[in-house]
């Protein structure tokens, strides 16, 4: 039917009224996206056109150094380079073309704060962050194609009924709750 404060979607159906939040719904779709992606164990890796440097504090350069291999295993190609700082050459090739940069250091940041590592856990903590940066933020106007296209996505999902963080991305009214 339309969107409300730019945020949450209505819409309707023979049985009632759906209000779906616009970001909870986009994040669970390329949270699985995501997911799936990062589980295929496709090595395919994509070079950067220019390496990134990546400064860290002392301290975080210490971890991350113990911790280089999950990068390697993640299909990073990364290497120390000088004073606590390491070189980013080539990144899986899921991860999202736009806001690759940011991407990249939400991955080291995890990898630095993960004290003991769970791949399971891990996995789904990129997944998670990555669905956060990449989903439609509240407040920015979407077309009605476009929230048509969200929903029948949503409706595609393993789990189409909260966001990754567990919160609701639809409430339902009944026709009689009307
Ligand atoms: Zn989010
Ligand atoms: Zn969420």
Redesign the pocket.
């Known amino acids: 039917v339309g969107l409300v404060h730019g945020t949450y979607i209505i819409a309707e159906n023979e049985d009632g009224m759906y209000i779906i939040d616009q970001?909870?719904a986009a994040?669970r779709i390329n949270y699985e996206k995501y997911l799936k992606k990062m589980g295929t164990h496709d090595d395919h890796m994509m070079d950067l056109l220019i390496p990134l440097k990546i400064e860290l504090s002392p301290q975080d350069f210490l971890v991350l150094k113990e911790k280089m291999q999950k990068l390697i295993d993640l299909n990073f190609e990364v290497e120390e380079f000088g004073i606590n700082t390491v070189l980013v050459r080539s990144h899986p090739y899921w991860l999202p073309e736009q806001s690759l940069e940011e991407a990249i250091r939400k991955i080291i940041d995890i990898v630095i704060s993960e004290r003991e590592f769970d791949p399971y856990k891990f996995t789904e903590k990129v997944a998670?962050t990555l669905?956060?940066?990449m989903?439609i933020?509240a407040n920015d106007h979407m077309e009605l194609v476009a929230m048509e296209d969200l929903l029948e996505r949503l409706r595609n999902t393993d789990n189409p009924f909260t966001?990754?963080?567990g919160r609701p991305t639809i409430i339902a009214y009944s026709k009689y709750e009307l």
Request: glycine share 0%.
């Open positions: 970001h909870a994040e998670i669905a956060c940066k989903s933020k966001c990754p963080h």
